[in-house]
């Protein structure tokens, strides 16, 4: 197996090892308005986490459009209330909240319901931990395609690794957990 691939392998591996049940970790970083975010205020709504790098040319391009065909669709089925979406940073000195705006843009993201997360790198990397990964490889990011179903409670629910996340499965767990 080539190095990457095992390293990511692991991050998988690990990232999949969490226990579902488990409460969120505080936080409290900036979003792509440059207003601080904290975990506490998307209490009550389920949330659908991921975690990007604006300069990814791999993972993040094809998750980042998923779920913003999920986030379509959900508006569409008039979820969107109930929902939202956040993206964490795993490159915090690259992705401050202009450039995490820009590439919402990119996108077609509707930032009502979607946040683009950054913070001091001590700050940030904290929070990607308690996640389940550890994304940083010397001066290489090395990290899956995780996304973090978590319910309106703060608990974690569920935990994807497809990079090839299906909009109709994915819609499908956010209607469970929204009862």
Same mark, same amino acid.
């Given at each position: ?10 991050? /998988? ?8 049940? $488990? ?10 308005? %440059?207003?601080?975010?904290?975990? !506490?205020?998307?209490? %009550?709504?389920? /949330? ?9 040319? $791999?993972?993040?391009? /094809? ?9 379509? &669709?959900?508006?569409? $089925?008039?979820?969107? %209330? ?26 077609? +993201? ?15 990397? &904290? ?10 490889? &010397? $001066?290489? +990011? ?13 608990? +974690?629910? !569920?935990?994807?690794?497809?990079? !090839? ?15």
């Amino acid at each position: 197996m080539k190095p990457l691939a095992a390293v990511l392998a692991a991050v /998988l591996l690990f990232a999949c090892a969490r226990q579902q049940g $488990e409460k969120m970790l505080p936080f409290a970083l900036v979003d792509q308005s %440059g207003a601080t975010v904290r975990s !506490e205020s998307l209490r %009550g709504r389920v /949330l659908v986490v991921s975690f990007v790098f604006t300069t990814c040319v $791999e993972a993040c391009p /094809l998750v980042t459009a998923q779920l913003a065909r999920v986030q379509a &669709r959900a508006r569409t $089925e008039k979820l969107d %209330g109930r929902v939202r979406f956040v993206s964490i940073t795993l490159d915090p000195i690259t992705d401050t909240p202009d450039v995490l705006r820009r590439y919402a843009a990119a996108y077609g +993201i509707d930032l009502t319901t979607w946040h683009f997360l950054t913070g001091a790198s001590d700050d940030v990397a &904290r929070v990607v931990r308690a996640f389940g990964l550890s994304a940083v490889a &010397r $001066e290489r +990011i090395v990290h899956g395609s995780l996304v973090v179903l978590v319910d309106s409670q703060g608990r +974690i629910a !569920e935990r994807r690794t497809d990079l !090839e996340l299906d909009p109709d499965r994915l819609l499908a767990s956010l209607r469970k957990l929204l009862g």
